[in-house]
């Protein structure tokens, strides 16, 4: 992967990341609290298990997981194919997700959070708000806990994706591997 091709993949990536973000947001803080309207009213814990934020947090944090993880699945298949596999490329690629979702975090006790600030910080690092309030997780923990287990997952289906696609098209492999020196044939 040349270096213009690998920052557009590494912007591409975070710009997913943030959108897995929002579809999570949407899952976990609109359509998971939804829910508890079609539970009848005489069922009044199911109704407190879905208007918990808590547990629209944790399905908020399952959304990105799943996101991700289906995207760099898809990575590791066409990196295989198109013979542009490169593992330090990928991690590095995760390590700046890591960076530009977790370094907000710790500017968060720095400053009162009030208005917008408390609202960026609300819905930003709401996937990984269960476990600030579930586990009792310091909160710069608990975001980098959460980010770090799904990047973790990710770079993990990336791998999986890759062995499965060269265990079925074993050329590739060949493709990859260096080239075996030729024996040298010296007449005396």
């Known amino acids: 992967m040349d270096s213009l091709k690998f920052l557009l993949y590494t912007l591409a990536r975070i710009g997913l990341m943030l959108a897995s973000l929002v579809l999570a947001l949407i899952f976990g803080k609109l359509f998971f609290p939804i829910l508890s309207s079609f539970v009848p009213d005489s069922m009044s814990g199911i109704n407190s298990f ?3 934020s808590d547990n629209g947090s944790i399905v908020a944090w399952i959304t990105m997981l799943a996101v991700l993880g289906i995207i760099f699945l898809d990575d590791g298949k066409r990196h295989a194919a198109y013979e542009s596999w490169s593992s330090v ?3 590095i690629t995760l390590i700046l997700m890591l960076l530009i979702y977790f370094v907000p975090a710790i ?3 720095s400053f009162h959070s009030e208005g ?3 609202i960026f910080y609300e819905f930003f690092y709401f996937p990984c708000r269960w476990l600030n309030q579930r586990a009792g997780v310091e909160y710069t923990l608990s975001v980098a806990l ?3 287990v799904i990047l973790l997952f990710c770079f993990l289906m990336y791998l999986l994706s890759f062995k499965l696609y060269v265990k079925k098209h074993p050329v590739i492999l060949r493709r990859l591997e260096p080239a ?3 024996a040298e044939t010296t007449e005396e």
């Open 50 to 52: 879905f208007t918990s």
């Open 89 to 91: 490329n990928v991690t």
């Open 107 to 109: 500017f968060r006790d």
């Open 116 to 118: 917008k600030g408390k």
């Open 146 to 148: 959460g980010i770090g």
């Open 180 to 182: 075996e020196p030729e």
